[in-house]
């Protein structure tokens, strides 16, 4: 067991929960809020993705993650911030008889693009999707090459940036090993487990313990379950020695019928945990367990590229 825990709050996400909970952040000013808000609450990292002010919708606007960004590093709470990669990978085939017909909501960008925020600001972390796979919407396909992860490895290794590695399915993990042996990753890897997300890895405990045991020594690792397995999964991965991720973009109930809010998430997760005798992280002691390198320390490396 993990004594030791690692809260990462993933406060909005990217799927259609606009108009399933008022509870949602969706403009910089409350995405840099809420960003603070679960840091006091007890995680040590918050995980952003921007959304139009205007419709709720998931962006990859670079104007929105400065405006968050910059709201953020205005203020006197410390937080690691870590920012999303997986815009720009929606991939939606057309009908079978014209599969190259594609849908009106595929946004197919390479990583470069997917990554440009992430090379302005400078985050501590940003995540990198391991690997393409099927969702649970018709001919909808995430795509992740091995291109595109080695290109956006070797980018964010010349910053300084530590990639989350957000693995859905044992393969993905495979391929993060390949990538630490030809040496665009630097030790230690981090490995985000995301248990439940159809149809990667389906979140039960057999399932996360294969994937621990297929991760290679000396990783750091967290984990998240969707829905009401959200709890279950954070108590999971503490018994089995990682780290916890919850928020809005995983589970928006904080039990059926009650909708949550980040801040009542994170609380909850702490509790579990410190009930199961481990203590909670501060940012300052994330950064050195993961070996992240502060903002300042990134401007400087950037310079030097």
Known sequence: MNRNIIISAAISGSGPTENKTSHLPITPKQLADEAIAVAKAGAAIAHIHVRDPKTGAASRDIRLYKEVVDRIRQESTDVIINLTTGMGGDLFLGPDNNPTELGQHTDLVGQVKRQEHVELLLPEMCSLDCGSFNYDVNNYVYVSTTDMLRTGAERLQKLGVKPELEVFDLGHIWFAKQMIAEGILDAPPLFQLCMGVKWGAEGNTANMKAMVDNLPSGANWAAFGLGSNEMPMAAQAALLGGNIRVGLEDNIYLEKGVLATNVQLVERARNI????????????????????????????????I
């Open 273 to 304: 945990v410190e009930l199961m005798g481990a203590s909670i992280q501060s940012p300052a002691q994330a950064r050195e367990s993961l070996g992240l390198k502060k903002h300042n320390t990134l401007v400087e490396l950037a310079r030097t």
